[in-house]
């Protein structure tokens, strides 16, 4: 099975900054990386697929980036309504497994 | 709208068993699998299991087998998870999600969850 690490598992950061999150898959899964947000009590929304592909709808200020085994998630511009767990998840093959989970606070 | 909707919370005893279910609509069910993603409280998401809706063959996690029985029901564009013989580890979200037209690009459309408490 391909495990997924990401890290940090929890960032504080303010409105306006720039957050980075990093994914680390145990071996290759080419581009086929996906990153959900979660806000509490809801379902994960996909926010990026194939590493680096914005799904319909979400803001611009959400990017993805890496392939290989090494990915990361930037928001540019911290918002308020972006203060949610992230989750990588590897879309190689099965079992797909996801990361541990980033929580992004506000400082 | 493309949506897929689960049945509502369940409290159980240990030894029971339940069934969820996660209807969609808003698209042709057959042509996009369904998956199930459990989140156990304050953890993260743990993949169960992929659904063919076309042939309602699941492709399994492990650890989600035998007491973990995954259907589908065409005609009313449904899929059931049914768990039997309830652990108080149970206790967690369970989440439909459909997947993506090509697997390799995620889970695009998911349900609200479905809260399964495992509690004497």
């Known amino acids: 099975d391909i495990q997924v690490t990401q890290f940090p598992s929890s960032v504080s950061a303010s409105v306006g900054d720039r957050v980075t999150i990093t994914c680390r898959a145990s071996q290759g899964v080419s581009s086929w990386l996906a990153w959900y947000q979660q806000k509490p009590g809801k379902a994960p929304k996909l926010l990026i697929y194939?590493?680096?592909s914005l799904q319909s709808g979400v803001p611009s200020r959400f990017s993805g980036s890496g392939s290989g085994t090494d990915f990361i998630l930037t928001i540019s511009s911290l918002q308020p309504e972006d203060f949610a767990t992230y989750h990588c998840q590897q879309a190689d093959s099965f079992p797909l497994t996801f990361g541990g989970g980033t929580r992004v606070e506000i400082k | 709208q493309v949506q897929v909707v689960q049945s509502g919370s369940e409290l159980k005893k240990p030894g029971a068993s339940v069934k969820v279910s996660c209807k969609a609509s808003g698209y042709t069910f057959t042509h996009y699998g369904i998956n199930w993603v459990r989140q156990a409280p304050g953890q993260g998401l743990e993949w169960m299991a992929w659904i063919n809706t076309n042939t309602g063959n699941p492709t399994y996690a492990q650890g989600f087998t035998g007491r973990f029985v995954f259907s589908l029901d065409t005609t009313v564009s449904t899929t059931y998870l049914q768990i039997s013989s309830l652990k108080a580890e149970d206790t967690a979200v369970y989440y439909c999600?459909?997947?993506?037209?090509?697997?390799?690009?995620?889970?695009?459309?998911w349900g609200q969850g479905t809260s399964i408490t495992v509690s004497s």
């Open positions: 999600a459909r997947m993506s037209s090509y697997y390799h690009h995620g889970m695009d459309v």
């Open positions: 194939a590493a680096s």
